[in-house]
Structures are given as C-alpha cells and as structure tokens.
C-alpha cells in the first residue's frame, strides 16, 4: 500500500477536502432524484459524466459505456435509504389543523430499498445491454395517535417511487470520441393516506380562499348541500384520502410510459475526460388505483359526529419525471488520483408545478347518494428548478483498494409555502465516502454511504418539518 503519510500525498487530500468545501453558500437536495447512481458515482459526489462508473453509466451518461473495461460485465447492487423526518403542528393555537400546538410527530418510515441490475456487453467499436434501476422518489409515515392524525386516529403515509428498464447503445466514434443513448421503460408508483383538516379542506373548495391548493366536482357541489341543510354551526372535522398497498416495491396507485437520454465523451488527454448528457422529460400515463376510499366527517350540532367513507378509484393526474442536463469532468492527477466534478441543471420547475388527483366514487351501495360523483383536488407545489453542483475524488490506496469521497451542492426547488410534511424532499447538503475492493481479476465489491444533513423548515400552514438522511448502496461486479 502506498504510505498515506507521504507529504504529495497529505497535500492532495487536503486539496481535494478544499474542493469539496469551496462552495458552502449553496444548500443541496437533488428533489426526488437520488443524489448519486450507483455506488462508485455516488461515493464521489454523485459525479458521473466523465469516467467509467459501471453500469450505472444507464442512468448518467450512457456514453460512458464505451470505457468498459473487457468483453462484458454484470452489476448487481442494492441501494437503502434512510430518512429520518419529524413534523412539528404550528407554533401558534388554534391553528389551520385544529391540533394543539408543539406537537411533534416522527416519521416511522426508516429504510427504503431499492434493487438494480445491469448487464453490457462489447461488440466491436459498440457496447449495449440491459438494466433495471430505480430512479427516485420520497417517502414518509406517521402514525395515527401523532398529532397528524389530527385527532381521529388517521395514519397518515406517502411512498413515491420511480424506476427504469434501461435498453443503452454507446458507440467509439474515435479514439476520443464516444456517444451513447438509451430507451428506458418507466413505471411509476404511488401510496397516498392524507389527512385534512376542516380548515385545510374548506381552503381547497371555497373559491374565496385556495391559498394551498383547490377542490371542484360533483362530490364538492353535494357536499355543500348537505352542509346547507343542517343546523348552523355545523363543521367538517376532517377529509382523508386514503390508496395504500403493502408493497416494498410498487405502490396503490401505477404508471407507465417511457424516457430517453443521450450522451458525449470526449477525451482530449490521456488525463482528461469531458462528459455531456440530456435526459428527456418523462412520458408516463396517469397513475391510477384499483381501489381507494376518501372519507370525511360532520360534527353536527345536537348530534355529533357523523363519518362517512365513499369507496372508489383514484387517478394522479400528469405525474412527470424532470428532464436534466448534465456537464462533467474526470482529471487523473496522477495514476492513482481521480478528481471529478459535474454541475446539473434539473428541470423541476415544468412537472412540479401542482400536484393533481381525481376520485369517482363507485357505485357500491354503502356510498349511496355520492355513487358515480367526483372530486378533483390540487395541491400548489410551485417547484422551481434546481442547478447542482457536485465534487468528487477516487484513490487508489492499493492495486486492490480504491477509497472515494466526495460533496453534492445545489438549490432547495422546493417552496416553503407550498412544502407539505407528507411530501419534504428537503435534504440540502450531502457528503458522500466509498470504497471500491477488487476481489480477483473479474470480480469487484463497491459501497457508497452519504450523509444527508439536518433541514428545518417551516411551511406556508405553519407547521415545522426536519429531515435529515443517510444512504447505503453496495455492490457486486463481474467481469467477463
């Protein structure tokens, strides 16, 4: 092993730490998307557009393909994210969800896991193959004696998750140039049990309020209705929309369609790499449930309590993935220095504008009057678009031994206003480590962990959220 005490070697870890550091002002989440693919990439920042990261390349510059070392190679690996989110009701009683106030509610929601796969193979001056990776989402749970409950014992729970069958092609124009593409099939999922209170649910359906969102249909028009012929002080105590499976992997509510993404390497240098990629703006179908129940309840003067559940399906309205650009470059210091650095715009700003579900109730007889009507809610989201930074470096400590590390930077594309605790993907700064060991000449075992540093935010309601992460991918490469 090389001696780490050696002063060249001091004065790079520190210049590379120096690196990582230099941009303190800027407070990175990447939204839904993960803050690397893969764990070589994701152990040096998330950086992938100008080295050979593996198969994860699918997924980040597909022309990095061509680097592939030998005729094929398999990758296998398991990725395990950990948030950890608390949300605490406004600070100020009584308040927009009728709870006291202080309360604070912790997410049981800890580990999402998130298996891939991917196989290339070389042809001549072409590498193609298949994979099988997830791509994102977020996720969190609270349990109904929380105060997000609001009270009813309603649990409240979000799982969000997007993933890809990847079809890639890299092609060697030249001994310094490479281009790749892919064709990705995508499917999307989604489990929704939220919770709203009277005050949050009048502010969707009167036309004089809609400061977070709006509420319309057939449903909306009966209610009122029903609400005009009751005693005067009569109120709502709560809505919740309620389409959730048991599933790891898919959600109650499904989509699917499709995505591509194009990408250069240029290689100038035996020393220097320089990355390009575009991925499309996703193509996905409305989600939509086999089943799913939106509830509400009448505190009814002289009378009490009344709840009611209608049965039915949901649809989401125009889910999207983000298109994204993305610029990078790999340096080889030296033969066992790596320093990378990619920057990447994310397109938020143009699917994140609103989030939009629809219910029709069903004709089952415990619905009754409500059988066939409809309701259409959205939820202002408002996100803008998001410019990450992000740094890395790999060292080679031994002809076995590959240590990495490395930074993610970027904006927060989330509005506090419009920030919902069910929906936080808030995490703004993360620094990342790996390590790469090869175990013979064909096999390799690689493991990235990141640390997502503590937000805490308050919303447009009042209420407080804090999250923080820590993710775990590893992996198993073999090499044909």
Partial sequence: MKNITNPTTIIKILASLVLISAIPSLRATNGMNMEGYGPVATAMGGTSMAYDNGTAAMINNPATLGLMEGAARFDLAL????????????????????????????????????????????????????????????????????WRGLGYDLKNRTEVSVGRVIVPLAYKVNDNLQIGGTVDFMWAGMDLKMAMSGNQFFDLVMPTSQQFGSASGTIVQSFGQILSMLPPGTSVDYAYFNFSNGSPFTGAARSYGYGAKIGILYTPSKDLSL?????????????????????????????????????????????????????????????????????????????????????????????????????????????????????????????????????????????????????????????????????????SIETSFTYGFKVDTINGSGAGVSHSQTNLQTMYSYRF
């Avoid at 009584?94 to 896991?113: L, Y």
């Avoid at 298996?115 to 977020?138: E, K």
Wanted: with cysteine.
């Fill in 79 to 146: 990725g395990i994210l950990g948030p950890s989110i608390e949300v605490t009701s406004p600070a100020t009683a009584p308040n927009i969800f009728g709870v006291p106030a202080n309360q604070t509610a912790k997410s049981t929601a800890k580990a999402f896991f998130m298996p891939a796969f991917g196989y290339t193979r070389r042809s001549g001056d072409f590498v193609y193959g298949l994979g099988v990776m997830g791509q994102g989402g977020m996720g969190c749970e609270y349990d109904a004696n929380t």
């Fill in 275 to 443: 990355g390009l990629t575009y991925h499309s703006q996703s193509e996905l179908a409305d989600m939509t449930t086999n089943g799913g129940e939106l509830s509400f309840q009448l505190n009814i003067p002289g009378m009490g309590q009344m709840p009611q559940t209608l049965k039915g399906n949901f649809r989401i309205k125009d889910f999207q993935w983000p298109a994204m650009l993305g610029v990078g470059f790999a340096y080889h210091a030296d033969p066992r220095w790596l320093i990378t650095a990619d920057l990447r715009q994310v397109y938020w700003k143009s699917v994140m504008k609103e989030f939009s579900m629809a219910f029709v109730a069903s004709n089952d007889a415990s619905n009754g009057s409500f059988a066939g009507q409809n309701l259409d809610a959205t939820l202002f989201q408002s996100w803008d678009d998001q410019t990450v930074v992000m740094l890395g470096a790999a060292y080679e400590a031994s002809d076995r031994l590959t240590l990495r590390f490395g930074g993610n930077f970027a904006n927060n594309p989330v509005p506090d206003k419009y920030m919902n605790c069910l929906f936080p993907a808030i995490v703004k700064k993360h620094l990342t480590a790996g390590f790469g060991w090869k175990i013979n000449g064909r096999s």
